[in-house]
């Protein structure tokens, strides 16, 4: 049974800074892809961020490009996302995914990943 469980969560000011954890159990976490999703209020599920299984791949959506960094420790089975000038249009439930099918580079759709985590809700007040 492969779960994932985010941290991290919470109300924070514009401009100021959360990290995100993600942690995954089940499987070896060095054979999963992973990424990073987040969902606002009416509207879509959207990839925040990927990492590839090694971690010398990643991918940014526009919206974090330069304020978001996602990383991994494979020692330690977890994913982290570094949010820094975090603005209002950042609150949502942000999500954490598994992709075992992508062995080479990352995931960039929803249905790429295999795996979900329960969510963490992220609210940044202006």
């Known amino acids: 049974q492969v779960q994932l469980v985010e941290s991290g969560g919470g109300l924070v000011q514009a401009g100021g800074s959360l990290r995100l954890s993600c942690a995954i159990s089940?499987?070896?976490?060095?054979?999963?892809?992973m990424g990073w999703f987040r969902q606002a209020p009416g509207k879509e599920r959207d990839l925040v961020a990927a990492?590839?299984?090694?971690?010398?791949?990643?991918y940014y959506a526009d919206s974090g490009k330069g304020r978001f960094t996602i990383s991994r420790d494979n020692a330690k089975n977890t994913v982290y996302l570094q949010m820094n000038s975090l603005k209002p249009e950042d609150t949502a439930v942000y999500y954490c995914?598994?992709?075992?099918?992508?062995?080479?580079?990352?995931?960039?759709?929803?249905?790429?990943?295999?795996?979900w985590g329960q969510g963490t809700q992220v609210t940044v007040s202006s």
């Open positions: 089940g499987r070896t976490f060095s054979s999963y892809a």
């Open positions: 990492i590839s299984r090694s971690g010398s791949n990643t």
């Open positions: 995914a598994a992709a075992v099918r992508v062995r080479v580079g990352v995931g960039l759709t929803s249905y790429d990943y295999d795996y």
